[in-house]
Nanobody, 125 residues
Framework: QVQLVESGGGLVRAGDSLALSCAAS????????MGWFRQAPGKEREFVAS????????FTADTVKGRFTISRDNAKNLVYLQMNSLKPEDTAVYYC??????????????????WGQGTQVTVSS
C-alpha cells in the first residue's frame, strides 16, 4: 500500500479558492489511480474527483464539476485538488485515496484501499 498525507485545508469564505495537496510515499505512485473524497459532519463519505495513473483521464462529481479540478505530478508523487468558487456546503474533511486497480472512471469509494488522514476544509457564508 501507499502512504498518503493531505495538506492545504483551512477556513475560507464563500467564493474563495483553496488548493489541496496529497503526498504519496513509495516509488510506484504512477501505478495508482488516485481520488479525492470528502465527509461532512453526520454524512457519509462521498466521491469528489479521481484521476488515472497517467493523469490523462479525470472524473468529477456533478456537485463540484466546473469548480474543482484534480491533477497529479508523478515526478513529485503529488496529487492536487484545486477548489474554486467554494460554497458552505463544501465544508467537510477531505481525504486522498489510492488504488492499484483501474478505477478512476467509477467514482466508487469501495475501489480505494489506501487513505490519508484527511484535511479539514471549512467554508463560511
Amino acid at each position: 500500500q501507499v502512504q498518503l498525507v493531505e495538506s492545504g485545508g483551512g477556513l475560507v469564505r464563500a467564493g474563495d479558492s483553496l488548493a489541496l495537496s496529497c503526498a504519496a510515499s513509495g516509488r510506484t505512485f504512477s501505478t495508482y489511480d488516485m481520488g479525492w473524497f470528502r465527509q461532512a459532519p453526520g454524512k457519509e463519505r462521498e466521491f469528489v474527483a479521481s484521476i488515472s495513473r497517467s493523469g490523462a483521464n479525470t472524473f468529477t462529481a456533478d456537485t463540484v464539476k466546473g469548480r474543482f479540478t484534480i491533477s497529479r505530478d508523478n515526478a513529485k508523487n503529488l496529487v492536487y485538488l484545486q477548489m474554486n468558487s467554494l460554497k458552505p456546503e463544501d465544508t467537510a474533511v477531505y481525504y486522498c485515496a489510492a488504488t492499484p486497480r483501474i478505477s478512476w472512471y467509477r467514482g466508487s469509494l469501495r475501489d480505494f484501499d489506501s487513505w490519508g488522514q484527511g484535511t479539514q476544509v471549512t467554508v463560511s457564508s
